[in-house]
């Protein structure tokens, strides 16, 4: 049997790798499949295990207040270091971008084992946008052995960079697999969050959800963010904004201090998974700086304005299914009102083919490895 050891840290990871854990396990005639969690998220992280219904193997539970880059490095290199000598898998899977992708990659070489990385050949080609995320994903190729591209514009740069044809395949974008799954299974579920989320959002007005947490946006970035929002819900007291704010206090400062008394924007606690995939469904449009919501909202008919200047996911650039607005609020005003009031346009962003694949990138993973 092939051993396999999946590793992730951070509730976007968890998302995107609960598919692949679960087309592995299907698969335990061929592979002995363990999961290893960082826990670089704790609360957010074990809300995704809990809904996919994941046991991790190996738990690091390294997460700490005042968390820094530095710290929490040297933790997850260490801390890997028995779970890789207790296993020995012959493949390590690490996913996208994150402080426990680089680190973890870091650690597979040490032991030798093979890097599987998932969700590779994002780029923006400026190492401080975003940070640190752009350089953990180029250094992790450097070390991978095995590459999924979620689209062919990755596995071009890939390329680029002179990884050799034979270890790069595309798959679409795993985190499509996870919202098909999650889609018809919040249509079952019944918790508090969603009962909350029930109470409070008004069907008879077009919603617009707003997510944001980036630290290139910190500052005057999310004050230029809560202007822009506080036009949109004056300009259009017909409209709803909710907002799940980051607990961030450089996020939850200015937005609590800027948008708390208008009307016609809620501001609530960050949302579980499910919880969120159902305001997903129910939204209209979409305003974030999340990469993995670019992903999603096209699935669900959902038009993005992407709160960043630059972004490592051209596919829905180039698709229409998303326009990147920065942090200019002009510009976030302008293009929220295009979508409000050109019903056009709205359709015409709205039914557009997702570039991110067709929920069956596990299965296409799962046959690569087979082959290797």
């Given at each position: 049997m092939k051993k396999n050891l999946i590793i992730f840290g951070t509730r976007p990871e968890a998302i995107k790798m609960a598919p692949l854990v679960k087309e592995f396990n299907k698969n335990n005639l061929e592979f002995e499949t363990r999961i290893c969690v960082t826990a670089q998220h704790r609360e957010m992280l074990d809300q995704v295990l809990s809904f996919f219904e994941i046991k991790p193997d190996y738990d690091l539970d390294l997460m700490k207040s005042d968390?820094?880059?530095?710290?929490?490095?040297?933790?997850?290199?260490?801390?890997l270091k028995f779970v890789l000598e207790d296993f020995k898998p012959d493949y390590v899977?690490?996913?996208?971008?994150?402080?426990?992708?680089?680190?973890?990659?870091?650690?597979a070489f040490y032991s030798g084992s093979k890097i599987c990385h998932v969700e590779a050949g994002l780029r923006t080609h400026n190492k401080r946008s975003p940070?640190?995320?752009?350089?953990?994903?180029?250094?992790?190729?450097?070390?991978?052995?095995?590459?999924?591209?979620?689209t062919t514009a990755s596995q071009d740069n890939l390329l680029v960079e002179n990884i050799k044809p034979e270890n790069i395949i595309v798959t679409g974008n795993t985190v499509i697999d996870a919202l098909l799954e999650s889609v018809q299974k919040v249509d079952h579920v019944e918790n508090e969050e969603i009962k909350f989320l029930k109470s409070i959002v008004d069907s008879s007005n077009k919603v617009i959800l707003v997510t944001g947490h980036r630290r290139e946006n910190h500052g005057q970035g999310f004050i230029n963010?809560?202007?822009a929002l506080k036009e949109i819900a004056i300009q259009h007291p017909e409209v709803q904004i909710i907002y799940p704010v980051h607990l961030n206090p450089n996020v939850k400062g200015p937005v609590y201090g800027?948008?708390?008394?208008?009307?016609?924007?809620?501001?609530?606690?960050?949302?579980a998974y499910p919880a969120f995939v159902w305001l997903m469904k129910q939204s209209y449009l979409i305003i974030t700086d999340s990469g993995g919501v670019q992903e999603e909202a096209p699935s669900l008919g959902k038009p993005v304005l992407v709160m960043r200047d630059t972004t490592e996911r051209p596919e829905a650039v180039e698709a229409g299914t998303v326009i990147l607005v920065g942090t200019d609020k002009d510009k976030i005003v302008l293009e929220a009102n295009k979508l409000l009031m050109n019903i056009e346009h709205y359709q015409h962003m709205s039914a557009l083919h997702n570039p991110y694949g067709d929920g069956k990138a596990c299965q296409r993973i799962v046959e690569f490895i087979r082959r290797n």
């Open positions: 968390q820094n880059l530095y710290s929490l490095t040297s933790d997850i290199i260490t801390g899977y690490v996913h996208g971008d994150t402080t426990t992708t680089m680190a973890a990659s870091i650690a940070f640190p995320e752009e350089i953990n994903r180029q250094l992790t190729s450097r070390m991978a052995d095995f590459h999924f591209a979620p963010i809560c202007g800027i948008l708390s008394n208008i009307s016609n924007i809620k501001l609530i606690d960050p949302l």
